[in-house]
């Protein structure tokens, strides 16, 4: 069991945390990473410095992603891109997925570039084993 902290430690630990946690804005588990300790003891030893947690406030709370930017303005494109989700498309909490033939190699490559200008991210080709591109 780990010795209880002094009044000095407890304050260089509390302006620690605090800093990374509050200032910096990282998650429990990018702390814990930092340090080598589990995500269990960072998120204690915030309870111990009465630092209050709020996870929504974490950009990958909840699988949030950073690298994805939905468009605020309404597009020709963007219009497209709901016509083609509703014929080829689904979604899960975590991607879009637009499912297509292996004869529509063009048109394959018209909706990713598509994609990736609306959303200004990555998106990726996969193809089945018998598929082709």
Do not use: H
């Not at 991607?95 to 490559?109: A, C, D, F, H, R």
Request: charged letters at 30%; proline letters at 2%; hydrophobic letters at 30%.
């Amino acid at each position: 069991m780990p010795k209880k902290w002094t009044e000095e430690e407890k304050a260089i630990n509390y302006k620690l945390l605090y800093y990374l946690y509050k200032t910096k804005n990282k998650t429990i588990r990018e702390i814990g990473v930092e340090f080598g300790i589990s995500e269990k003891t960072v998120f204690k030893r915030l309870k111990t410095l009465n630092i209050k947690t709020n996870k929504n406030q974490k950009s990958s709370y909840c699988n949030k992603r950073k690298d994805f930017i939905f468009p605020k303005k309404r597009s020709k494109e963007l219009a497209e891109f709901f016509g083609i989700m509703l014929r080829n498309g689904s979604l899960s909490p975590n991607q879009i997925m637009v499912t297509l033939g292996s004869k529509e190699n063009e048109y394959v490559l018209y909706v990713q570039k598509s994609l990736e200008n609306i959303f200004k991210t990555y998106a990726n080709i996969s193809i089945r084993k018998k598929g082709l591109l």
